[in-house]
Nanobody, 118 residues
């Protein structure tokens, strides 16, 4: 089992910044990817960015120039630095760990609300 604890969401004005953090605990196999997804009412959850243990990242085109994902392997923690936030970034952001052992198994955080509004 893997437990994920998120922090860092909140209300920010357009153009502002936020940093999300997610600490993972439990049994985490070496073959895994940590990432962030987001969801708005009536829409499917979508990938924002993910990162593997080696530091290779995959970032959605809509945020590529504004958001940066990083991780601290020693702490099993993943971060999402969000800059130049727009109202359309408003969503619940979920931390995800995808473990490949060998089939994929997903673990999710409880979600943190990010609201971009003036």
């Amino acid at each position: 089992q893997v437990q994920l604890v998120e922090s860092g969401g909140g209300l920010v004005q357009p153009g502002g910044s936020l940093r999300l953090s997610c600490a993972a605990s439990g049994t985490i196999f070496r073959s895994h990817v940590m990432g962030w997804y987001r969801q708005t009412p009536g829409k499917q959850r979508e990938l924002v960015a993910d990162i593997n243990r080696g530091g290779s990242t995959n970032t959605a085109a809509s945020v590529k120039d504004r958001f940066t994902i990083s991780r601290d392997n020693a702490k099993n923690t993943v971060y999402l630095q969000m800059n130049s936030l727009k109202p359309e970034d408003t969503a619940v952001y979920y931390c995800n760990v995808a473990i490949y052992a060998p089939a994929r198994r997903d673990y999710w955080g409880q979600g943190t609300q990010v609201t971009v509004s003036s």
